[in-house]
Structures are given as structure tokens and as C-alpha cells.
């Protein structure tokens, strides 16, 4: 059994991402901000945490942690010249500096187990570039570098890895999912004509995060359905 920290997951793709490790038979150490789960068979314990607090809390952590996965984000989507500075800072306090306290607060944890692994995750818009995404891009791109530098800076010890997912149909994502029309033409925009599940990325977390993904470090996965490569 190992043991795993999701900061974020009462929703969407942490929430799906706790689930598939409890039912691997791993113990889950996950944090909530607004709803708290109820928690599942004893293997998942639920903390309050916000990331944006300047002290937060992990003194529930055990002596060793395999794996950390960050997935606070937002997405905000506005003509640029619409957006005030201070909106750029309130996106890069929650997706880039929160991710960076909690990897620091965990890093002892994290070196204990040897061969433990951090998930971040990035959007398909950082490498892309899609208009009204500036705010988002901004805060992902630096995700996207960090991901790198750590990953340079913890290696054998820690492996680090970002997935950059296009539209999940996740409650983050839900004004740009509420009606048949708005699905549709989401889903056709995509090379494989359909919208990401929160089990799409799940699934790819969990495999960075197991030892399948063991000799994987450094990289950026666009978990996309072909959105970044593919002009079909």
C-alpha cells in the first residue's frame, strides 16, 4: 500500500484520481476547500486546505508519501484587454505558487519513499495558443517550466510530470458543457470527436503516479484527443 496526496480532490479529476488509487488498494490523503466527500472504506481521509492561506497545514502527512498530484486550477476565459493585472496574479497565486507550497511543505515526505512522483497539470492551450486563453496560458506555462526544473532538481529521488488535458467535462469546465449545443461543438473540434472524461486524465495520473511510470520524468503529456498535433 502506498501512500498518495491529492490537494484538490472533492471534485472532478482528483476526485475520479482518488477513487481509482483507493480502489488499487492505496491509502489516499486528500485535501477539500469548499465540500468535504464522505469518505470511502477507510482508505481515504478527508483534510480542509486552502491553498491560497499562507500557512497551510500538512501536519496529517505519514513519515513517507509516493506521490503528490496538485489539481487547483481555474479557467478563465476573457479578451485580454479585459483582464486586470491583478487577475493574472490571482491565477498564478492558486495554479503556480500553491503548487509550489505544497511540493515544498511534502518534499521530506516525498524523499523518504525513494521513488515517489508528482503530477501537475498544464492545459493543451500552453503549447497551442487558442484566443481568450491568456490568463489560463500564463499560469500553465509557468506549470509547464516548473514541471521541468524540478524534475531536473529531485531526479532519481522524485519524478516529476504535467499532464496538459483539452476540455474535461469536469465542474470547472461546466459553463462551457451546459447545453447539447455547446457539447457538440466542443466534441467536434477534437480530432477524436468528443469531449475528455475526468477518467481520461485520472487514468493517465495514475500511471505517472505507479511504477509503470517509473522511468518517466520531465515531461509534458497532452492527454488532448489529438488537439495539439492532429489538423483533421
Known amino acids: 500500500m502506498s501512500n498518495y496526496l491529492i490537494i484538490g480532490a472533492s471534485s472532478g479529476i482528483g476526485s475520479k484520481l482518488a477513487e ?9 490523503l486528500a485535501t477539500y476547500f469548499k465540500n468535504k466527500p464522505e469518505p470511502d472504506a477507510g482508505l ?17 502527512l505519514p513519515d513517507t508519501l509516493e506521490g503528490l498530484v496538485y489539481c487547483p486550477g481555474s479557467i ?42 508528482i503530477v501537475l ?19 500553465k506555462g509557468a506549470i509547464e517550466g516548473l514541471t521541468r ?14 499532464i496538459a488535458p483539452s476540455l474535461t467535462d469536469t465542474p470547472l469546465a461546466a459553463s462551457m458543457l451546459n447545453t ?31 511504477g509503470k511510470g517509473s522511468w518517466i520524468t520531465g515531461q509534458i503529456f497532452h492527454v488532448d484527443g489529438g488537439m495539439s498535433s492532429l489538423k483533421v
Open 20 to 28: 481509482q488509487l483507493v480502489g488499487s488498494g492505496h491509502k489516499v
Open 76 to 117: 478563465n476565459l476573457r479578451p485580454f484587454e479585459r483582464i486586470k493585472p491583478s487577475g493574472f496574479v490571482d491565477d498564478f497565486n492558486l495554479q503556480v505558487i500553491g503548487a509550489i507550497k505544497i511540493i515544498q511543505a511534502a518534499i521530506p515526505q516525498l524523499k523518504k519513499a525513494g521513488n515517489a512522483s
Open 44 to 60: 481515504i481521509t478527508y483534510h480542509y486546505l486552502n491553498v491560497l492561506d499562507e500557512i497551510n497545514p500538512l501536519d496529517f
Open 180 to 210: 447539447d449545443q455547446k457539447r457538440e461543438a466542443n466534441a467536434l473540434r477534437h480530432p477524436l470527436k468528443k469531449t475528455g472524461t475526468p477518467e481520461n486524465i485520472a487514468d493517465m495520473a495514475e500511471f505517472l503516479l505507479s
Open 121 to 139: 497539470f498544464s492545459t493543451v492551450a500552453v503549447q497551442s495558443g487558442f484566443p481568450f486563453h491568456t490568463q489560463v496560458s500564463a499560469s
Open 149 to 162: 526544473a524540478l524534475a531536473a532538481e529531485y531526479a532519481p529521488k522524485i519524478r516529476v510530470n504535467c
